[in-house]
Protein backbone atom coordinates (compact mmCIF):
# COMPACT_ATOMS: atom_id res chain seq x y z
CA UNK A 1 0.00 0.00 0.00
CA UNK A 2 0.99 3.46 -0.93
CA UNK A 3 1.64 6.13 1.86
CA UNK A 4 -0.78 8.73 1.19
CA UNK A 5 1.01 12.15 2.16
CA UNK A 6 -0.88 15.19 1.15
CA UNK A 7 -0.27 18.18 1.70
CA UNK A 8 -2.24 21.11 1.87
CA UNK A 9 -0.91 23.85 -0.18
CA UNK A 10 -4.02 25.79 -1.06
CA UNK A 11 -4.61 26.10 2.99
CA UNK A 12 -3.85 29.26 4.12
CA UNK A 13 -3.99 31.13 7.50
CA UNK A 14 -3.97 34.69 7.95
CA UNK A 15 -1.28 35.87 9.65
CA UNK A 16 -1.72 36.53 13.62
CA UNK A 17 -2.34 40.13 14.01
CA UNK A 18 -2.36 42.03 17.35
CA UNK A 19 -5.41 43.49 18.95
CA UNK A 20 -6.26 46.76 18.02
CA UNK A 21 -5.28 49.21 20.43
CA UNK A 22 -5.74 53.24 20.81
CA UNK A 23 -2.09 54.40 19.12
CA UNK A 24 -2.05 57.89 21.27
CA UNK A 25 0.89 59.07 22.66
CA UNK A 26 -0.73 60.46 25.91
CA UNK A 27 -3.08 59.09 28.49
CA UNK A 28 -5.36 62.24 28.17
CA UNK A 29 -5.92 61.62 24.02
CA UNK A 30 -7.35 57.87 24.59
CA UNK A 31 -10.87 57.40 23.04
CA UNK A 32 -13.57 56.77 25.43
CA UNK A 33 -16.79 54.02 24.75
CA UNK A 34 -19.64 53.57 26.84
CA UNK A 35 -19.83 50.69 25.60
CA UNK A 36 -16.33 49.26 27.19
CA UNK A 37 -17.54 50.10 30.74
CA UNK A 38 -19.02 47.58 32.90
CA UNK A 39 -22.48 49.60 33.41
CA UNK A 40 -25.50 48.55 30.52
CA UNK A 41 -26.02 51.65 28.59
CA UNK A 42 -28.76 50.52 26.08
CA UNK A 43 -28.89 52.00 22.57
CA UNK A 44 -31.21 55.52 22.91
CA UNK A 45 -31.41 55.19 26.38
CA UNK A 46 -28.07 56.81 27.32
CA UNK A 47 -28.93 59.51 29.48
CA UNK A 48 -31.62 57.90 31.30
CA UNK A 49 -29.46 55.56 32.20
CA UNK A 50 -26.32 57.63 33.52
CA UNK A 51 -29.25 59.65 35.14
CA UNK A 52 -30.24 56.66 36.69
CA UNK A 53 -27.09 55.27 38.03
CA UNK A 54 -25.98 59.16 38.92
CA UNK A 55 -28.88 58.89 42.06
CA UNK A 56 -29.07 55.47 42.71
CA UNK A 57 -25.41 53.83 42.67
CA UNK A 58 -23.97 56.63 45.82
CA UNK A 59 -27.47 56.08 47.47
CA UNK A 60 -26.37 52.77 47.71
CA UNK A 61 -22.72 53.28 48.18
CA UNK A 62 -23.76 55.40 51.02
CA UNK A 63 -26.34 52.75 52.34
CA UNK A 64 -23.52 49.78 52.35
CA UNK A 65 -20.90 52.47 54.15
CA UNK A 66 -23.53 53.54 56.46
CA UNK A 67 -24.34 49.49 57.08
CA UNK A 68 -20.68 48.39 57.51
CA UNK A 69 -18.61 51.07 58.49
CA UNK A 70 -21.11 53.34 61.19
CA UNK A 71 -23.76 50.75 62.09
CA UNK A 72 -21.03 47.55 62.53
CA UNK A 73 -23.17 45.00 60.44
CA UNK A 74 -26.20 45.68 63.38
CA UNK A 75 -29.51 45.90 61.41
CA UNK A 76 -31.06 47.59 64.46
CA UNK A 77 -28.18 50.17 64.69
CA UNK A 78 -28.71 51.18 60.60
CA UNK A 79 -32.38 51.48 60.75
CA UNK A 80 -32.79 53.74 63.48
CA UNK A 81 -29.63 55.82 61.61
CA UNK A 82 -31.82 55.11 58.57
CA UNK A 83 -34.54 56.55 60.24
CA UNK A 84 -32.98 59.83 61.17
CA UNK A 85 -30.02 60.56 58.20
CA UNK A 86 -32.06 61.90 54.85
CA UNK A 87 -31.40 61.36 51.17
CA UNK A 88 -29.07 63.75 50.70
CA UNK A 89 -26.52 63.13 53.12
CA UNK A 90 -26.74 59.39 52.34
CA UNK A 91 -26.00 60.12 48.54
CA UNK A 92 -23.48 62.68 49.42
CA UNK A 93 -21.22 60.42 51.41
CA UNK A 94 -21.36 57.80 48.64
CA UNK A 95 -20.85 60.13 46.38
CA UNK A 96 -17.77 60.65 47.46
CA UNK A 97 -16.44 57.30 48.10
CA UNK A 98 -16.94 56.68 44.34
CA UNK A 99 -15.50 59.42 43.51
CA UNK A 100 -12.73 58.61 45.16
CA UNK A 101 -12.62 55.05 43.92
CA UNK A 102 -13.01 56.54 40.27
CA UNK A 103 -9.79 58.95 40.87
CA UNK A 104 -7.75 56.04 42.24
CA UNK A 105 -8.79 54.10 39.07
CA UNK A 106 -7.97 57.15 36.76
CA UNK A 107 -4.32 57.31 38.58
CA UNK A 108 -3.95 53.61 38.57
CA UNK A 109 -4.72 53.33 34.80
CA UNK A 110 -2.54 56.65 34.11
CA UNK A 111 0.46 55.15 35.98
CA UNK A 112 0.29 51.88 33.80
CA UNK A 113 0.07 53.89 30.88
CA UNK A 114 3.07 55.48 31.27
CA UNK A 115 4.55 51.62 32.10
CA UNK A 116 3.29 50.34 28.64
CA UNK A 117 4.03 53.22 26.77
CA UNK A 118 8.01 53.25 27.81
CA UNK A 119 9.95 51.23 26.19
CA UNK A 120 13.03 49.66 27.46
CA UNK A 121 16.19 51.11 25.83
CA UNK A 122 14.70 53.37 23.40
CA UNK A 123 14.77 56.79 24.51
CA UNK A 124 13.35 59.88 22.08
CA UNK A 125 16.36 62.46 21.69
CA UNK A 126 16.40 65.59 23.21
CA UNK A 127 18.27 68.48 22.55
CA UNK A 128 20.73 69.76 25.30
Same mark, same amino acid.
Given at each position: *???? /?? *? ?15 ? !? ?7 ? /??? /? ?6 ? @? ?5 ? @? ?9 ? @? ?15 ? #?? #? ?26 ? *??? !? ?16
Amino acid at each position: *MARN /DT *MHASMTHPPKEKPIRNK !SNKFTEQNV /DLA /DTPLFFPE @GFEKLFI @GIYFISLPYIA @GLLFQFFYIADGKTELF #LS #LNEQSSFILTWAIGYEIIATIILLYIVK *MAI !SFANESRKQGIREFRRP
